[in-house]
T-cell receptor, first 114, second 117 residues
Framework: AQSVTQPDIHITVSEGASLELRCNYS??????LFWYVQSPGQGLQLLLK??????LVQGIKGFEAEFKRSQSSFNLRKPSVHWSDAAEYFC????????????FGKGTKLSVKP | EAGVAQSPRYKIIEKRQSVAFWCNPI?????LYWYQQILGQGPKLLIQ????????DSQLPKDRFSAERLKGVDSTLKIQPAKLEDSAVYLC???????????????FGPGTRLTVL
């Protein structure tokens, strides 16, 4: 069965520092991969997605992610974190042929120190 | 462009009561999803509609949960009777008409936070 693992429940970084959030997936074929961000009391907003092609994808708000097939990973990165990036981040796998079903990880909560 | 609308935003009920949530997707989006997000977990798909037909309801607890999308636009999700473990945020999402060979972005509403006492 497909699954998504986000090993870090909570991460704290200083403002201006770099960020990497880890995501590993289990899926029998090349998946569709997504990162969403959820601010308190808000719905999920798509940061970026990978369908095929270039394994380094750029998203909104200065985020990027790299698909590594050999490691079954899709880690999210940002070179310099801003206080407004504090939120919860979810990695998700889209099942091909499912007409849109997403399987989410449990999320990583990001706190930003001034 | 207006986003996905959900109401109410918050609901507190006692166990064994019934509750209903409403969702209005983005105009023109044929696919609508309901997710359950329990505290500390990622969203879990409950049901997916394409227009007014059900595509996937395999994870919907059908003994107590029901959902409909009668005119292929807005949708309601109902729980009757509610249990303590139903306390969660219920998210609605929509996406443009899907095709079997493509994958469409899902746009999420703000959710309804349900507390069952």
């Amino acid at each position: 069965a497909q699954s998504v693992t986000q090993p870090d429940i909570h991460i704290t970084v200083s403002e201006g520092a770099s960020l990497e959030l880890r995501c590993n997936y289990s899926y029998g074929a090349t998946p569709y991969l997504f990162w969403y961000v959820q601010s308190p009391g808000q719905g999920l907003q798509l940061l970026l997605k990978y369908f095929s092609g270039d394994t380094l994808v750029q998203g909104i708000k200065g985020f990027e992610a790299e698909f590594k097939r050999s490691q079954s990973s899709f880690n999210l990165r940002k070179p310099s974190v801003h206080w407004s990036d504090a939120a919860e981040y979810f990695c998700a796998v889209g099942v091909r042929g499912s007409q849109g079903n997403l399987i989410f990880g449990k999320g990583t909560k990001l706190s930003v120190k001034p | 462009e207006a986003g996905v609308a959900q109401s109410p935003r918050y609901k507190i009920i006692e166990k064994r009561q019934s509750v209903a949530f409403w969702c209005n997707p983005i105009s023109g989006h044929a696919t609508l999803y309901w997710y359950q997000q329990i505290l500390g977990q990622g969203p879990k798909l409950l049901i997916q509609f394409q227009n007014n037909g059900v595509v996937d309801d395999s994870q919907l607890p059908k003994d107590r949960f029901s959902a409909e999308r009668l005119k292929g636009v807005d949708s309601t999700l109902k729980i009757q009777p509610a249990k303590l473990e139903d306390s969660a945020v219920y998210l609605c999402a929509s996406s443009p008409l899907g095709q079997l060979v493509s994958y469409n972005e899902q746009f999420f509403g703000p959710g309804t936070r349900l507390t069952v006492l």
